[in-house]
């Protein structure tokens, strides 16, 4: 199921203590970096993040690539800090980034960005190396840096652009 995203009217503003929680999240920071850079416990952390992925409807704990997409595509924190040009991504790459950034599930991206569930992970990996980010997450913040994942970035590809195994596309 996509990550829900709140309309402007609807959407769920977060608490300034969220967004700087949020903040860190979009850097692909983890809960005890994150924990340290803002001089808190992980578990008040931990607990910031579990009420942003509530605000945001993303039920998974697996999903901070998704929470990511959820609060950077809300306006409400501004993505993290990126090269001026993006990799030259295949229309399959751009598709599974997307699909990473709206599904927290592994089966759900499988789905979304037309791959086998056996490879998710792998054309991920390859993903993040080639955007030379630091973690998934931080592979969505730079797609939003990058303008991929606005409105329009990186939606519907042909069936045949699909990523292989080395992460580029299938023709």
Do not use: C
């Amino acid at each position: 199921m996509p990550v829900k995203i709140p309309t402007t009217a609807a959407l769920t503003q977060l608490t300034p203590a969220e967004k700087r929680v949020a903040a860190l999240l979009v850097t692909g920071a983890s809960n005890l970096q994150g924990a340290q850079s803002l001089g808190m416990s992980t578990s008040t952390y931990a607990g910031h993040l579990g009420s942003i992925s509530r605000k945001f409807q993303i039920t998974s704990r697996v999903g901070r690539p998704a929470r990511a997409h959820a609060v950077l595509a809300s306006g409400q924190v501004a993505p993290p800090p990126a090269p001026a040009q993006a990799p030259e991504f295949t229309l399959g790459e751009r598709r599974l980034l997307r699909a990473l950034a709206e599904h927290p599930e592994t089966h759900d991206i499988a789905r979304a960005a037309r791959v086998p569930e056996a490879e998710v992970r792998p054309w991920i990996r390859a993903l993040v190396a080639k955007a030379g980010a630091d973690n998934d997450t931080h592979l969505v913040g730079l797609g939003h840096a990058w303008g991929l994942l606005g409105a329009r970035g990186g939606e519907s590809a042909s069936s045949d652009d699909a990523p292989n195994e080395t992460g580029g596309a299938a023709r």
